[in-house]
């Protein structure tokens, strides 16, 4: 089967700091899906719940990636909030970074990633940070060959 997906140019961008909520878990590649189908909404109820709206995407961070993932799965805050049970304050990190935006299916991410990573070593950079992925649209409410991500690694 032909699979369509498109990546935008690799950019050098300029980020602030973000406060964020998570749940940290740790899972196989193919079971990504439904644990983010469980954490990120709870996520977001708990933001909700505390007065505050969501003040950007939910996104997944790649903490360590072997045959198993560990990673971090929630949404940025306006301000920083205490966690309760297995949801987390953090931070997404500032400074420069990498981003791309993947448009496709999401289990062809790897793709986009496989572009930042190229583009690092031609250019001479680092990662400094974990990267994450930032969903733009909701793969519930288009196909799955619109669905676009934006990916972001900090250098």
Same mark, same amino acid.
């Given at each position: 089967?032909?699979?369509?997906?498109?990546?935008s140019e690799v950019e050098v961008v300029g980020l602030s700091p973000q406060s964020v909520l998570t749940v940290q878990r740790e899972s196989s590649p193919q079971d990504l899906g439904s644990h983010l189908a469980d954490v990120l909404p709870r996520v977001y109820q708990y933001i909700l719940a505390q007065g505050?709206?969501?003040?950007?995407?939910? $996104?997944?961070?790649? &903490?360590?990636?072997?045959? *198993?993932?560990?990673?971090?799965?929630?949404?940025?805050?306006? +301000?920083?909030?205490?966690?309760?049970?297995?949801? *987390?304050?953090?931070?997404?990190?500032?400074?420069?970074?990498?981003?791309? &935006? $993947?448009?496709?299916?999401?289990?062809?991410?790897?793709?986009?990633?496989?572009?930042?990573? /190229? $583009? !690092?070593?031609?250019?001479?950079?680092? +990662?400094? /940070? !974990?990267?994450?992925?930032?969903?733009?649209?909701? #793969?519930?409410?288009?196909? #799955? *060959?619109?669905?676009?991500?934006?990916?972001?690694?900090?250098?």
């Amino acid at each position: 089967m032909n699979q369509t997906v498109t990546t935008s140019e690799v950019e050098v961008v300029g980020l602030s700091p973000q406060s964020v909520l998570t749940v940290q878990r740790e899972s196989s590649p193919q079971d990504l899906g439904s644990h983010l189908a469980d954490v990120l909404p709870r996520v977001y109820q708990y933001i909700l719940a505390q007065g505050q709206q969501p003040s950007g995407r939910p $996104f997944m961070r790649y &903490l360590e990636m072997t045959d *198993k993932f560990l990673i971090d799965a929630g949404m940025a805050v306006i +301000k920083p909030l205490d966690g309760q049970d297995d949801i *987390k304050p953090g931070e997404l990190p500032g400074g420069v970074a990498l981003t791309t &935006l $993947f448009t496709g299916e999401v289990h062809l991410v790897g793709t986009a990633w496989e572009a930042i990573f /190229a $583009f !690092a070593r031609e250019e001479g950079l680092e +990662k400094r /940070a !974990a990267g994450w992925d930032e969903y733009v649209n909701d #793969p519930a409410s288009v196909s #799955p *060959k619109q669905v676009q991500t934006r990916l972001y690694l900090p250098v």
